[in-house]
């Protein structure tokens, strides 16, 4: 699963230690694999920024996706508290698990990231 962040005209590929600048449109798109062998239906899709009960979460739903196919997943209309700047959070994407699903090792990715102001 890849993650990227767009913020205005910046685009940045989602790593531990990147810098994510806060603009009002800022939005973060996942691209999810179907790696199986057949098709899925009603994927859910998470992301969470934070943690605890202070937490951003969105969910989207893929409503199908064939064997190979990727599927970009996008989140938006974010309000950043103002704590989150200045110091490191992180940002999960966690894809549900589908029935059968044989490795289930690469449904999340966890990102150590750093919001700033634009």
């Not at 969470?48 to 409503?63: D, L």
């Not at 704590?83 to 999340?108: D, H, L, M, Y």
């Amino acid at each position: 699963m890849e993650v990227k962040a767009i913020s205005g005209t910046n685009t940045v590929t989602l790593a531990d230690g990147v810098a994510i600048k806060a603009t009002p449109d800022l939005s973060f798109v996942a691209t999810v694999e179907d790696s199986g062998a057949s098709s899925e239906v009603n994927i859910p899709v998470r992301l969470t920024i934070g943690s605890g009960a202070k937490a951003i979460r969105k969910k989207q739903i893929i409503q199908i996706i064939e064997p190979g196919q990727q599927q970009n997943v996008t989140f938006k209309g974010f309000q950043l508290p103002t704590s989150i700047f200045g110091s490191r959070t992180t940002i999960q994407v966690q894809v549900g698990f589908v029935p059968g699903e044989a490795t289930k090792t690469n449904n999340s990715a966890t990102y150590s990231v750093l919001f700033s102001l634009p």
